[in-house]
């Protein structure tokens, strides 16, 4: 489903992205661990080009895109494979739930207006948002808002949703709302790529745990592998210091 091949990034003289290759197999949810600054957001925001890689080659379905030389229509239909979740949200305020995600449907699929509007109306029922459709984003709370995100990633069907740290900007009471959505869409078989600091949702929903430090992936293997038998030691560090009850020797 997606390969990445020696994908790395730079700002300025900064590497973030150092050689990074990973396969993502249909229907697998991979959640990506690290600390601030590992380089986990620049990847998920490469794989759909929001940052332009450096060098690399990205993979997705029947579809290869040379990093080094990719044409604006490469990445067009790169972006159309892919739905991106946001910590912030990124709606447009001036629309409503039902509208903003309706909005893609409009102008990136061409679906006529009453078509548009069925398809949304589904999608916000489905995320448990029914009776917020005329809602503006002022009026809905922040678990609200993401659903909102989510429901519009899923609008464009797209063969892998990636999501950057979706609970990040939630009042702790607000995240398990957001979770059990993407509890749910996981169930379905969908393709996803989660960067979270969940530890629980990656252990509950994870098929592969990939842990990254220093822009390299540093360990990668089931829940389990990783959780209850990490190899590397930096890996052991990070887990001590986010889940204190973990007693790892060094």
Do not use: W
């Not at 661990?33 to 490469?46: D, E, F, H, V």
């Not at 979740?85 to 039902?98: D, G, P, S």
């Not at 409009?106 to 069925?118: C, G, I, S």
């Amino acid at each position: 489903m997606i390969q990445l091949s020696k994908i790395s990034k730079s700002f300025g003289r900064n590497p973030v992205l150092r050689d990074i290759s990973l396969n993502v197999g249909t229907g697998e949810v991979v959640v990506i661990l690290g600390a601030s600054g590992s380089g986990k957001t620049t990847l998920l925001r490469c794989i759909n080009y929001l940052e332009k890689p450096g060098s690399g080659e990205i993979a997705v379905g029947d579809l290869r895109v040379d990093c080094s030389r990719a044409r604006r229509s490469d990445i067009l239909r790169l972006r159309r494979k892919t739905a991106m979740v946001f910590q912030q949200y990124n709606l447009f305020r001036h629309k409503t739930a039902l509208e903003n995600v309706m909005e893609a449907l409009l102008v990136v699929k061409k679906l006529p207006l009453a078509e548009a509007r069925r398809r949304s109306v589904e999608l916000l029922e489905k995320v448990g948002l029914g009776a917020k459709l005329d809602a503006y984003p002022s009026r809905l709370s922040g678990g609200q808002q993401q659903r909102v995100g989510i429901a519009r990633a899923l609008a464009l069907e797209p063969e892998v949703i990636l999501f950057d740290e979706p609970t990040s900007a939630l009042d702790p009471e607000l995240v398990g709302e957001v979770l059990e959505v993407i509890r749910a869409i996981a169930k379905e078989g969908i393709t996803m790529i989660v960067v979270t600091h969940e530890m629980g949702f990656a252990r509950d929903v994870a098929n592969r745990v990939v842990f990254m430090d220093g822009g390299l992936i540093v360990e990668e293997g089931t829940p389990d592998e990783v959780f209850q038998r990490p190899r590397e030691e930096r890996t052991k560090q990070f887990l001590r210091r986010i889940t204190p009850e973990a007693n790892y020797s060094i």
